[in-house]
C-alpha cells in the first residue's frame, strides 16, 4: 500500500460541525497519572495515538493492568509504589517527547537501571534539558553523546528536594521536575517560564501537595512528596492543537465556516487563535465551560475577507509552540510581511520545525528570511499554484505532514507528500475529518 498522499484540488467551500479526537498532552498524563493511582481509572475519549499508546505499553511494562473496551480506557493503579521494577528493563517512548521526558521523573526513585529508548526523530531530541534538572535530585543517568537516547536512569532512595528555575517554557521539563518533587521528602521549588500547565491542574484536582503562585512572567510552584493519588475519571477534550490543522483550513479559504466541538481551551493552548486573530480572523468561544480546571468550548471560526501580516510577539510563542507550521501559511497569504522571532524552541520538535516552516513556504513561491530562532515571511495574498511540490525525509514530522496537506489544499498545485502513517502519532483520523470537509460543501 502506497504511503504517499496525492492532492490536486483545493477544497471547495464547507459549512460544517467536527469534533476532533482527545487532547494528546492531557491522554498521556492521564495515563501517567492514572499508573500510580490506587484503584481503577477510566477515561472516555483517550487519544488512540502512538504516542499515547507508547505510554500504556510502557505503563504495562512496568506492572500496572490496562483494559480498553467500547471506547474506554481502564488503567488499574496500585499506588504511588505500585511499579513493578525488574532488572534490563527497556521502555520505548517511540515518537513522543512529552512521554520521554515525563517518564524520567516518575521513574527517578527505582531501584534498578531502566533503559529508555525512542524511535529515529527522538533519539535526536535533547534530553540532557531534563536529565540536568533530575540529576541534581540525586538521580544519575548516562545519555548516548551526553545528550541523546538511548539513556539508562539509575534511580535513587535517597532523593533531594531541588530549585530548578525552567527558562525555556518547556513544559516537558517543568513538568518531569514536578514528578520528581512529588516521589521526593521536603519541598522542590520551581520557577517556571510561563508554558502549558496541564500538570499542575491535574495535580490540583487530585489534591496533591503542589502550590502555584502566578506572577507576570514565571510561575512559582512548590511541590512536595505525594502520599496517595486517587483514581482519576475523566472525559479528555479535544486537543486544540489538532483543531488547530482545520482552524487555519478555513483561515486560508473563502466562504467557509466551521465549528470545532467540545475543544480543551486552555488559556496557555490558544496562542494559535490569539495570533489567528490579530491577523483579521473572526474566531469566537461559545458553551464555555470549566472541567476539573481546564476551560473547554466549541469554537466558531469564519473565512476572512483577508489576512493581516503580523509582527509577532514572543510572548505568544509557548502558547502556540506546536502550531507555528500553520500560523507560517496563514502569513504567507497575508497581505505584507510577517516576523517571528525568539523562535530557537521550535528547532527541538520532532523536526527542526523553523527549517521545515522555511522549506515549505519556500516550495510554494514565498520568499523568507530566516536565521536560527526568527522568520520574515513576505506574503502573497494571491498564492496559486500550478507546481507540483514533494514533501519528505521530515523525519515523519506529523505536523509537517498535515500542515502539508493543509497547504495542498489551499494553495492549489499538485502536492506528493510522503510517509501518511506519521499521523498516527498524534491524529489517526485527520485525513478522515479532510474528507469529510471536501466531500461537499
Ligand atoms: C508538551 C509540551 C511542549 C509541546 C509538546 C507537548 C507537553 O513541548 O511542544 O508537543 O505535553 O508537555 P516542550 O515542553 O518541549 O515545549
Redesign the pocket.
Known amino acids: 500500500m502506497t504511503n504517499k498522499i496525492i492532492i490536486k484540488n483545493k477544497i471547495t467551500k464547507f459549512k460544517k460541525k467536527i469534533e476532533v479526537s482527545g487532547d ?2 492531557l491522554s ?2 492521564w495515563v501517567l497519572f492514572s499508573s500510580l493511582a490506587s484503584g481503577v481509572s477510566k477515561a472516555k475519549n483517550l487519544l488512540m495515538s502512538e504516542d499515547v499508546l507508547a505510554a500504556i505499553e510502557i505503563i504495562k511494562k512496568l506492572g500496572i493492568k490496562v483494559k480498553i473496551r467500547n471506547k474506554i480506557c481502564e488503567i488499574y493503579g496500585k499506588g504511588i509504589n505500585g511499579y513493578v521494577f525488574r532488572k534490563n528493563l527497556k521502555l520505548n517512548a517511540k515518537n513522543s ?2 512521554l520521554g521526558r ?1 517518564l524520567l521523573g516518575l521513574l527517578i526513585d527505582s531501584p534498578y537501571p531502566i533503559k529508555i529508548i525512542g524511535d529515529k526523530s527522538l533519539s535526536q531530541r535533547d534530553f540532557k534539558r531534563v536529565s540536568d534538572p533530575l540529576s541534581n535530585f540525586g538521580a544519575n543517568f548516562k545519555l548516548s553523546k551526553k545528550k541523546y537516547l538511548p539513556l539508562t536512569i539509575m534511580g535513587s532512595k535517597k532523593l533531594n528536594p531541588i530549585n530548578y528555575f525552567e527558562k ?6 517543568k ?1 518531569a521536575v514536578i514528578f520528581g518533587g512529588l516521589k521526593t521528602n521536603g519541598t522542590t521549588t520551581i520557577k517556571a517560564k510561563k ?2 500547565n ?1 500538570t499542575e491542574l491535574l495535580c490540583k484536582y487530585l489534591n496533591l501537595p503542589l502550590t502555584v503562585i502566578n506572577k507576570k512572567k514565571y510561575d512559582l510552584i512548590k511541590v512536595n512528596k505525594m502520599k496517595k493519588i486517587n483514581r482519576l475519571n475523566y472525559n479528555i477534550p479535544s486537543d486544540i ?1 489538532s483543531s488547530a490543522f482545520f482552524l487555519v483550513l478555513t483561515a486560508l479559504n473563502s466562504n467557509c465556516e466551521l465549528l470545532i466541538k467540545n475543544v480543551n481551551v486552555n488559556p496557555s493552548r490558544i496562542g494559535v487563535i490569539t495570533i489567528l486573530k490579530k491577523m483579521g480572523v473572526k474566531i469566537q468561544f461559545k458553551n464555555q465551560k470549566i472541567y476539573k480546571g481546564e476551560k473547554i468550548a466549541d469554537i466558531k471560526i469564519v473565512s476572512p475577507k483577508f489576512l493581516k501580516p503580523i509582527n509577532c510577539p514572543p510572548s505568544l510563542n ?1 502558547e502556540a ?2 502550531e507555528f507550521l500553520l500560523i507560517f501559511l496563514v502569513a504567507a497569504k497575508a497581505n505584507g510581511i510577517s516576523y517571528f522571532k525568539d523562535l530557537a ?1 521550535l528547532n ?2 520532532e523536526s527542526p520545525r523553523l527549517k521545515w516552516g522555511e522549506k515549505i513556504l519556500n516550495k510554494i513561491g514565498i520568499k523568507t528570511i530566516t536565521t536560527d530562532n526568527s522568520i520574515k515571511i513576505f506574503g502573497n495574498p494571491n498564492i496559486n499554484l500550478k507546481n507540483k511540490i514533494i514533501i519528505k525525509n521530515y523525519l515523519k514530522d506529523h505536523r509537517v505532514f498535515m500542515t502539508s496537506i493543509i497547504a495542498a489544499l489551499s494553495f492549489g498545485g499538485e502536492w506528493s507528500i510522503h510517509d501518511k502513517d506519521s499521523i498516527n502519532t498524534s491524529f489517526p483520523n485527520f485525513l478522515k475529518i479532510i474528507n469529510n470537509l471536501r466531500k461537499n460543501a
Open positions: 494528546k498532552s498521556i498524563r517527547g512529552t515525563l525555556k517554557g518547556s513544559a516537558q521539563c513538568s508554558s502549558r496541564h492543537s509557548t509552540i506546536d524552541e527541538h520538535k
